[in-house]
């Protein structure tokens, strides 16, 4: 930063500029103080956390500065990248940025920031001995300052620094404190976005999802007319990934979607290939895109790349106020591509983990449904039924799909059931019966070590038991089932009538379910009857065709 707080007047009106400065960092969970060339504390936010004071006066910090003056006497830059973090106590970190005036470092700026969970490590307990304060209250009253994203802190002290020139103006020129007070404002709302997309970066949700909000809050924040973002897909007999059509576009442009990948070929490819942001502010004079003039003045076009590998590209286009974009913008298109970047490569490897771990479920269900020919696709069709139920029954998306899970890992448990037993064409023994039985509870057992499963064990636990509590294993009624069971439950019984078995033909589809309706408050839940009935069915046909075929062919049906 660029002020010298060196007489009264500078070191006053600096004060002021900070403050205003603090009061808008403040909420995105940034705190601010000054410190003069020699180490000696200026000026702190007068609501900062006092463990917060307490780690400005700590052996790292002094360190730190100690290290910052002597490496950084001359030549600063105003947006230059930040010194390595401080992290003077567990949770928390600070980063350094300098006050600069003619080119000469004269003081810092130090930005504190909660990244996680303070605990009273060796180091906090210390200082608070020194200081005769009490710990717990301390860390107590500093968790409620807003967590901020490791990731992201860097991010966002190295765009605080574009806020150096325009703080040394308000320091030498109180006449000019308006305009410099709308730049920061602008620059905090450029903060404010990056936190929110940052947070906003859980790599479990749908990659749209996040586009969407991305393009969003860019264009609202840059006063964009369009913003779009293009993903790379890897085209057959291609050895790289090619942009070929938009993911997502948020405001108003005349071309879109395929078309608008293809007028912009060039830059985007040009780009992707160079690693670097392309800006056109005078399209009507671009060799490259002077067709394009009819739809647009001006666009920029940021490459979204990982480990030099093409992930897609971030478009803005035109600017509602007709201007042209400035590095400002830039800076903000750039930072935000980062953040793109790094999510997308996240969600790529987060995807194929669960790719992986849905690969093994298949394959574990397979294997089950596979000690019985007739049963062959009986897991995933039960799957896919109450998936389809659930979201009859108003469930949220994310609850339907943990119970897919639940309905596909249904009858794990038959591991542990003796196939003579699972394969028997005619009626069972009492004791072979009570064997049957055993498998809800077999399978919970499977289950139960695994962490990330454990919420849908109560449809394997619980979809043999009935509505009238003559069912197994815990003979529960009515709500008392949990609702993920008494979904399975309807779906289950469902494929075990409608599917051809040892000892009878399959069930016509009418049959099936009046049966569900005559059976609703007996063995089913009643208002999940009324609903199963009106379900799609043809998907369902479909699956039990393919089943047939597959029996059909040599060595289907296991045997040649």
Same mark, same amino acid.
């Given at each position: 930063?660029? +002020?010298?707080?060196?007489?009264?007047?500078?070191?006053?009106?600096?004060? +002021?500029?900070?403050?205003?400065?603090?009061?808008?960092?403040?909420?995105?969970?940034?705190?601010? &103080?000054?410190?003069?060339?020699?180490?000696?504390?200026?000026?702190?936010? =007068?609501?900062?956390?006092?463990?917060?004071?307490?780690?400005?006066?700590?052996?790292? @910090?002094?360190?730190?500065?100690?290290?910052?003056?002597?490496?950084?006497?001359?030549?600063?830059?105003?947006?230059?990248?930040?010194?390595?973090?401080?992290?003077?106590?567990?949770?928390?970190?600070?980063?350094?940025?300098?006050?600069?005036?003619?080119?000469?470092?004269?003081?810092?700026?130090?930005?504190?920031?909660?990244?996680?969970?303070?605990?009273?490590?060796?180091?906090?307990?210390?200082?608070?001995?020194?200081?005769?304060?009490?710990?717990?209250?301390?860390?107590?009253?500093?968790?409620?300052?807003?967590?901020?994203?490791?990731?992201?802190?860097?991010?966002?002290?190295?765009?605080?620094?574009?806020?150096?020139?325009?703080?040394?103006?308000?320091?030498?020129?109180?006449?000019?404190?308006?305009?410099?007070?709308?730049?920061?404002?602008?620059?905090?709302?450029?903060?404010?976005?990056?936190?929110?997309?940052?947070?906003? @970066?859980?790599?479990?949700?749908?990659?749209?999802?996040?586009?969407?909000?991305?393009?969003?809050?860019?264009?609202?924040?840059?006063?964009?007319?369009?913003?779009?973002?293009?993903?790379?897909?890897?085209?057959?007999?291609?050895?790289?990934?090619?942009?070929?059509?938009?993911?997502?576009?948020?405001?108003?442009?005349?071309?879109?979607?395929?078309?608008?990948?293809?007028?912009?070929?060039?830059?985007?490819?040009?780009?992707?290939?160079?690693?670097?942001?392309?800006?056109?502010?005078?399209?009507?004079?671009?060799?490259?895109?002077?067709?394009?003039?009819?739809?647009?003045?001006?666009?920029?076009?940021?490459?979204?790349?990982?480990?030099?590998?093409?992930?897609?590209?971030?478009?803005?286009?035109?600017?509602?106020?007709?201007?042209?974009?400035?590095?400002?913008?830039?800076?903000?298109?750039?930072?935000?591509?980062?953040?793109?970047?790094?999510?997308?490569?996240?969600?790529?490897?987060?995807?194929?983990?669960?790719?992986?771990? @849905?690969?093994?479920?298949?394959?574990?269900?397979?294997?089950?449904?596979?000690?019985?020919?007739?049963?062959?696709?009986?897991?995933?069709?039960?799957?896919?039924? &109450?998936?389809?139920?659930?979201?009859?029954?108003?469930?949220?998306?994310?609850?339907?799909?943990?119970?897919?899970?639940?309905?596909?890992?249904?009858?794990?448990?038959?591991?542990?059931? =003796?196939?003579?037993?699972?394969?028997?064409?005619?009626?069972?023994?009492?004791?072979?019966?009570?064997?049957?039985?055993?498998?809800?509870?077999?399978?919970?057992?499977?289950?139960?070590?695994?962490?990330?499963?454990?919420?849908?064990?109560?449809?394997?636990?619980?979809?043999?038991?009935?509505?009238?509590?003559?069912?197994?294993?815990?003979?529960?009624?009515?709500?008392?089932?949990?609702? @993920?069971?008494?979904?399975?439950?309807?779906?289950?019984?469902?494929?075990?009538?409608?599917?051809?078995?040892?000892?009878?033909?399959?069930?016509?589809?009418?049959?099936?379910?009046?049966?569900?309706?005559?059976?609703?408050?007996?063995?089913?839940?009643?208002?999940?009857?009324?609903?199963?009935?009106?379900?799609?069915?043809?998907?369902?046909?479909?699956?039990?065709?393919?089943?047939?075929?597959?029996?059909?062919?040599?060595?289907?049906?296991?045997? +040649?």
């Amino acid at each position: 930063m660029t +002020t010298a707080l060196t007489s009264r007047t500078a070191h006053s009106t600096g004060n +002021t500029v900070l403050g205003r400065l603090a009061e808008r960092w403040r909420p995105a969970g940034l705190f601010v &103080s000054a410190f003069s060339g020699d180490g000696a504390m200026l000026w702190h936010d =007068p609501h900062m956390p006092r463990l917060f004071t307490l780690a400005a006066g700590t052996p790292a @910090m002094a360190a730190a500065l100690r290290a910052a003056n002597e490496s950084h006497d001359t030549g600063a830059e105003p947006g230059h990248a930040p010194r390595p973090p401080i992290v003077p106590f567990d949770g928390v970190q600070v980063y350094l940025t300098p006050i600069a005036r003619r080119r000469k470092v004269t003081g810092w700026i130090a930005v504190f920031a909660r990244i996680e969970t303070i605990t009273p490590g060796e180091d906090l307990q210390r200082a608070c001995g020194t200081a005769a304060l009490d710990v717990q209250a301390l860390i107590s009253q500093a968790q409620h300052a807003p967590l901020v994203s490791a990731s992201a802190l860097p991010t966002l002290v190295a765009l605080a620094g574009q806020m150096h020139e325009d703080i040394q103006t308000a320091a030498t020129s109180s006449g000019e404190l308006s305009s410099v007070a709308a730049e920061l404002s602008s620059v905090y709302e450029e903060i404010s976005t990056l936190c929110k997309i940052s947070s906003g @970066m859980r790599f479990s949700q749908k990659p749209q999802a996040f586009l969407e909000t991305v393009c969003q809050e860019l264009q609202a924040i840059g006063n964009f007319k369009a913003v779009a973002i293009a993903l790379a897909q890897r085209q057959d007999g291609d050895a790289s990934p090619a942009v070929t059509d938009v993911a997502t576009l948020v405001g108003q442009c005349s071309i879109a979607g395929h078309e608008l990948v293809n007028a912009l070929h060039a830059p985007i490819h040009n780009a992707l290939a160079a690693g670097e942001t392309r800006v056109n502010n005078d399209i009507a004079r671009a060799s490259d895109a002077a067709h394009l003039a009819h739809a647009m003045q001006r666009f920029v076009c940021v490459p979204l790349v990982r480990d030099k590998r093409p992930l897609g590209v971030l478009l803005a286009i035109d600017k509602n106020d007709s201007s042209e974009f400035t590095n400002v913008d830039l800076t903000l298109l750039n930072n935000v591509g980062n953040q793109c970047s790094i999510f997308l490569e996240n969600a790529s490897l987060y995807q194929d983990m669960q790719d992986l771990f @849905m690969g093994v479920l298949h394959a574990l269900t397979r294997s089950i449904d596979a000690k019985d020919a007739y049963t062959r696709g009986h897991s995933q069709r039960v799957a896919e039924l &109450s998936r389809t139920l659930a979201r009859k029954a108003g469930l949220t998306e994310e609850q339907c799909e943990r119970v897919y899970l639940s309905g596909l890992l249904h009858d794990i448990g038959k591991i542990g059931v =003796p196939e003579a037993v699972l394969t028997k064409p005619g009626r069972l023994t009492d004791a072979e019966f009570e064997a049957i039985k055993k498998h809800p509870t077999i399978g919970a057992q499977i289950l139960g070590n695994i962490r990330q499963l454990q919420d849908i064990i109560p449809g394997v636990l619980y979809h043999h038991e009935r509505w009238d509590g003559k069912g197994y294993p815990y003979n529960l009624a009515g709500a008392n089932i949990p609702l @993920m069971g008494r979904i399975i439950c309807v779906a289950d019984s469902f494929d075990a009538m409608s599917s051809t078995r040892t000892y009878r033909p399959a069930l016509p589809l009418e049959v099936v379910l009046k049966e569900i309706l005559r059976c609703a408050g007996h063995q089913f839940d009643p208002a999940l009857a009324e609903l199963f009935v009106t379900l799609d069915f043809e998907p369902y046909k479909k699956s039990i065709e393919e089943h047939m075929t597959f029996r059909q062919l040599p060595g289907g049906d296991g045997l +040649t």
